[in-house]
């Protein structure tokens, strides 16, 4: 499979740092099987071409760190904190695989629509019915065609283990799977599934140190080298996981993770909301990644994660949406806009502020590294695999003509994706997811859902004392 994308406008390369960098050009690439062959001005066209005047090319976006299934309860949920709001989504009637199926469909085309050709899905496991789980959001992406780590959510520890001084407690349920089930889980899930070259990638992603032992973290790890698998993680979102490091390990979170091995170039964590300089540090000399969830963080009242010193230390950093019942969408354009003004709050000297370029490298090569992928997608860059997306600078919420990337973060882009390839394949075309029936998907969620009013989950109720002692609050 060859052709040509022509005419397409292109960002040249950063200037220097004083803020906005306006360079473009027009050019034409060529697509050689699932690879970018060549680009340049003038290149004669090879099979089909595809006409990209007035358009925007840029590498595909990562959405580095989400949970499909939570579309299911998005918009439901009220303004909590995350222990709290993790007690309400908990006690909803646990999904079939079906809805796996067509929520990991529905975050795939909200991901695409929105700029990312690749997701990471911190997959949330049926209780009883962990590798059909798998099995069918693995279905779901290969049937979209988006690039796909599918991250199975696991853990060793019992809910409620996640607060401070509950950790303890002698009255916890005993834990879903043991220790050994879940890196059987993973075993198998990789032996089923894992193929890179097809865009499918499992990855192993204990929840977070508040729910998982050393022993799941150590072989874990262990898993993810035999197999050259990327880790991923919960970090440090809330204060209440920050005392509850000190309390389980005597030491930092970040600190722990780093005696035990499980940080390196292949590890990227979600959230680093409560980090210290010296955890920060830690971050940079092991290579691991921040993905930056802005949204859910506003939405979960976690804290402002200290981006621009994680820039300053070094840290490749990421975006993601977070779960939509934390966000409540899946708008990777909406995550990236957020995630980079927020931080003009948090320091008076600008120099520091995230330029529009910038943003978009870290969304899109920051992603890439993230996945220990920088040498195969997140640039245009010849040789690399053709994960591309062309926008359309005719769309109104993208008119006057002024900087298209300044646009694309700074303002309000909508329905602006025209055409997006993924492995040189081509998935969205004129707009429109082209792989899948989306209008039949909408028809499905909205059969298989009900309008609903807000709850209280019981489960909230009996944690909701304990919470509020911890966290300082009156009782
Ligand atoms: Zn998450």
């Known amino acids: 499979m ?3 994308i022509q005419t397409a406008l292109i960002p040249t390369p950063q200037g220097d740092e004083t803020g906005y960098e306006t360079g473009y050009k027009t050019a034409d690439l060529q697509i050689q099987q699932d690879k970018i062959a060549a680009i340049g001005s003038g290149l004669p066209p090879v099979g089909c071409c595809i006409d990209a005047r007035d358009k925007l090319l840029l590498p595909g976006f990562v959405n580095a760190h989400t949970h499909s ?6 918009g439901l949920i009220p303004p909590l904190p995350l222990e709290l709001w993790l007690a309400e989504l908990y006690d ?3 999904l079939d695989p079906e809805q796996i199926y067509l929520s990991a469909l529905g975050t795939a085309v909200e991901t695409l629509l929105s700029g990312g050709t690749t997701v990471v899905d911190h997959l949330v496991l049926i209780p009883g019915r962990e590798a059909e789980t798998i099995a069918a ?3 779901a992406y290969r049937e979209v065609g988006i690039r796909a780590y599918v991250a199975p959510l696991v853990q060793d520890e019992p809910f409620g283990a996640n607060l401070p001084a509950l950790s303890k407690s002698e009255d916890l349920p005993a834990p879903a799977m043991s220790t050994a089930a879940v890196l059987d889980l993973l075993q198998d899930a990789v032996q089923r599934f894992h193929d890179p070259a097809a865009g499918i990638n499992i990855v192993v992603a204990p929840t977070g140190i508040q729910l998982c032992s050393d022993p799941l973290f150590e072989g ?3 898993l993810s080298d035999a197999h050259h698998l990327c880790r991923h993680m919960h970090l440090l979102e809330t204060k209440a996981q920050k005392i509850l490091s000190q309390e389980k390990y005597g030491c930092s979170a970040v600190a722990h993770l780093k005696r035990l091995g499980f940080l390196n170039q292949r590890t990227s964590l979600a959230h680093c909301v409560w980090l210290d300089d010296p955890d920060i540090q830690i971050l940079a000399e092991t290579g691991a990644t921040v993905v930056h969830n802005p949204l859910s963080n506003l939405r979960l009242g976690s804290g402002i994660a200290p981006v621009l010193k994680y820039r300053r230390a070094g840290v490749n950093l990421a975006f993601g949406c977070d779960g939509s019942a934390s966000n409540d969408s899946q708008d990777l354009l909406e995550a990236i806009k957020i995630g980079s003004i927020l931080h003009n709050t948090t320091d008076f000297e600008y120099r520091h502020w995230i330029t529009p370029r910038e943003s978009v490298e870290m969304a899109a090569l920051g992603g890439a590294t993230g996945l220990n992928a920088a040498d195969q997608f997140g ?16 769309n109104l919420s993208l008119l006057p003509r002024t900087d298209p990337i300044g646009l694309l973060v700074l303002g309000r882009p909508t329905q602006a994706v025209d055409s997006a390839w993924v492995n040189g394949r081509q998935v969205v075309a004129q707009g429109q997811v082209c792989t899948i029936d989306v209008p039949q ?5 909205f ?8 709850r209280q989950s019981s489960m909230r109720q009996a944690m909701e004392a304990r919470y509020r002692e911890v966290m300082g609050l009156e009782v």
Not at 379 to 394: E, I, N, P, R
């Open 2 to 4: 060859s052709y040509s």
């Open 447 to 454: 059969e298989r859902s009900a309008w609903q009013n807000p």
């Open 441 to 445: 998907l909408r028809q499905e969620l």
């Open 379 to 394: 640039s245009l860059t010849v040789g690399k695999q053709a994960d591309l997306v062309l926008y359309d600078l005719t």
């Open 137 to 139: 959001a693995v279905r």
């Open 220 to 222: 874990g790890a262990a």
């Open 69 to 74: 299934s939570e579309m299911w309860q998005r």
């Open 92 to 94: 909803f009637a646990p």
